[in-house]
Nanobody
Framework: VQLVESGGGLVQPGGSLRLSCAASGFTFSSYAMSWYHQAPGKERELVAR????????DYGDSVKGRFTISRDNAKNTVYLQMNSLKPEDTAVYYC?????????WGQGTQVTVSS
């Protein structure tokens, strides 16, 4: 199982970013996928998750109405569109899947929201 995130960077408050996570090594279309983030000194927490076919999504309270998770099963990729970014969204963002009872993580991508 390999998960490779991309798309992070520095953005001003109110700006947007789209993160991507390219998955390989498993049958992507059979698994729900999630994004988590971890800010310095804080625990890793759920940002968003999506079912294997993309028919249902769920979001953390802090991002509802601003972030959108989606997936393209033909490309084995899950996305996180982040709008109206706030300084408190600054964190490392991780793509994750629970595969064979074990949660697998990507290496993460840094998102920094600052003026």
């Amino acid at each position: 199982v390999q998960l490779v995130e991309s798309g992070g960077g520095l953005v001003q408050p109110g700006g947007s970013l789209r993160l991507s996570c390219a998955a390989s090594g498993f049958t992507f279309s059979s698994y729900a996928m999630s994004w988590y983030h971890q800010a310095p000194g804080k625990e890793r927490e759920l940002v968003a998750r999506i079912t294997n076919v993309g028919d249902s999504t769920d979001y953390g309270d802090s991002v509802k109405g601003r972030f959108t998770i989606s997936r393209d099963n033909a490309k084995n990729t899950v996305y996180l569109q982040m709008n109206s970014l706030k300084p408190e969204d600054t964190a490392v963002y991780y793509c994750t899947v629970r595969w064979s009872g074990v949660r697998k993580w990507g290496q993460g991508t840094q998102v920094t929201v600052s003026s």
